[in-house]
């Protein structure tokens, strides 16, 4: 069983933006960040900032108030550490020190004031620390900026900050598209940022983009409503960039209703951006992710050893230690699955042991679950799962390894078709034989330790034999042949039981 966290072990950012004032509160501070609380306020800080200076009075007494919320669920939750930054309208906007100052004797925090270039960096190591072995640009898209940066796995390099945000362009052309769209070509034509993107992947950051992507989800029927790695091709993204600009000119926006109203007059131009942003990158695809600036913080404060560390394995350890009947069964389940490959002579690449191992650590989690729904109820919780450094296909896969282990592999319990359509034949196959290997060996060990690594795998020819030390005689039985005859088939083998 999981230790209960410990008193303090939490960690709190409060991010004061162009556009929202959020709080955001994590289990700990750890390579697998656990959002436990979450809140945000629309206050437009950066409403006028571009024409008056000047944050709106209105807006800065909105974002007081909420502060002094956050402050006081941060006493309520006992929080350990609270950092806090803002970005650009605080930075930009002559009365911003002031503000700044008010909002430091509420928090009881000293607020850091990202400058454009750092404001990026955290962008990128928020991209880092979602999204396994990025290779692309980030653009963060806020209310009141535009960060693009270089990344490359772990390697960052220098970003640069445009005053692109929605409310920032919304206010520079005077709430004209046809002035936006001039100063959006302006401001990123031949970009370098942007040109070194071509044929990469552009990582798409902040909340405007994420309530595209959410409209896409909806309108395109897709299976999972996870927005963090949800993935477009350039020419889908803008073709639906284009489709909502035309929703806007014939002002029809306000039927979004899965949109804020607050952020809804902003679609369009966070729209505007992307298309331009396609149009001078001409990247290979768009992905969305919802780690940022907030994750990146948190993820520069953790030592060297824990940022290398995989952000999928890290989750994936998390939850076999809180959900499993036996974490160290599951880590014993890793080696004994590594034999099974290694007899076998299994074609897998890095990728796919790392998915393997991810899928061994999770095939426990669903075991308080009603042994009729325990197939379903899993996969839901896999593919749902709130945690970063895996793609939509690869939530797929392993969901529906897990599946396979508690549904079984029989015609009349299929997984939903729209979930195997994200897989290709052969990682449905693959993913069916790893559901057949989690069977026998949970019925083997009925989730205990101890037990898997008395049992072998022996390869003569076509014959696949599981060898059970003398000890574990016992545990031997029809149903255990039954189900390894099965799992060898799978492999295109024949299979026998054998005691030694």
């Known amino acids: 069983m999981k230790r209960p966290r410990k008193r303090g072990s939490s960690v709190a950012v409060i991010d004061i933006g162009s556009n929202s004032v959020r709080l955001v509160v994590y289990e ?33 007494d909105k974002a007081l108030t909420s502060l002094k919320r956050f402050r006081a669920l941060c006493r309520v939750m006992q929080v350990g550490r609270v950092f806090a930054i803002a970005t650009a309208a605080c930075r930009d906007a002559s009365n911003g020190p002031d503000f700044i100052a008010k909002a430091e004797r ?3 925090v000293q607020i850091e004031i990202l400058s454009g270039p750092r404001e990026a960096r955290l962008s990128a190591l928020g991209v880092i620390s979602g999204i396994h072995l990025p290779d692309g640009i980030v653009g963060d898209l806020g209310g009141g900026s535009l960060e693009l940066i270089d990344v490359r796995r772990n390697s960052v390099r220098s970003g640069v900050t445009l005053p692109l945000g929605g409310l920032a362009l919304q206010d520079l052309a005077h709430k004209s598209l046809k002035r936006a769209d001039r100063i959006v070509r302006e401001e990123l034509d031949e970009l370098p940022q942007l040109t070194a993107g071509r044929g990469r992947t552009f990582y798409a950051v902040g909340g405007t983009w994420r309530a595209l992507a959410r409209i896409h989800i909806i309108q395109s029927g897709y299976p999972l409503q996870v927005m963090h790695g949800y993935s477009i091709s350039s020419a889908e993204a803008l073709d639906f960039s284009r489709r909502l600009r035309r929703l806007a000119a014939a002002d029809m926006l306000a039927d979004i209703e899965i949109v804020a109203d607050a952020r809804r007059p902003l679609l369009t131009y966070a729209a505007l951006v992307l298309e331009h942003v396609i149009r001078v990158a001409k990247p290979k695809n768009i992905v969305f992710s919802t780690f940022g600036v907030r994750e990146g913080l948190l993820h520069e404060k953790l030592p060297e050893t824990e940022r290398n560390k995989d952000g999928l394995i890290c989750a994936a350890e998390e939850l076999n230690q809180l959900l499993s009947r036996s974490a160290k069964h599951a880590r014993e389940l890793i080696a004994w699955t590594d034999r099974l490959v290694r007899v076998v002579k299994l074609r897998e690449t890095e990728e796919d042991r790392r998915l393997r191992r991810t899928a061994c650590l999770l095939s426990d989690i669903g075991w308080r679950v009603h042994p009729d729904h325990r197939g379903e109820q899993t996969l839901s919780l896999v593919v749902n799962a709130n945690f970063g450094a895996i793609t939509h296909t690869e939530r797929a896969f392993v969901g529906l390894s897990v599946f396979y282990r508690y549904a079984g592999l029989s015609e009349e319990n299929q997984p939903p078709t729209t979930m195997q359509e994200l897989l290709t034949p052969a990682q449905l196959e693959r993913a069916r034989l790893l559901g057949a290997a989690f069977r026998v060996a949970h019925l083997i060990s009925a989730a205990r330790p101890g037990v898997l690594p008395a049992t072998h795998f022996r390869s003569e020819g076509r014959k696949l034999m599981l060898v059970f030390e003398h000890r574990l005689g016992d545990l031997v039985a029809d149903r255990v042949g039954s ?14 039981i054998v005691r030694r």
Not at 38 to 47: D, I, Q, S
Not at 486 to 494: E, F, S
């Open 28 to 60: 700990g501070l750890t390579r697998s960040l656990i959002p436990i609380f979450n809140e945000k306020t629309l206050c437009g800080l950066g409403r006028e900032v571009q024409s008056t200076g000047l944050l709106a009075p209105d807006a800065v």
């Open 106 to 108: 509420i928090c009881a």
């Open 483 to 496: 189900r390894f005859r099965q799992l060898a088939r799978l492999i295109g083998r024949a299979g026998s």
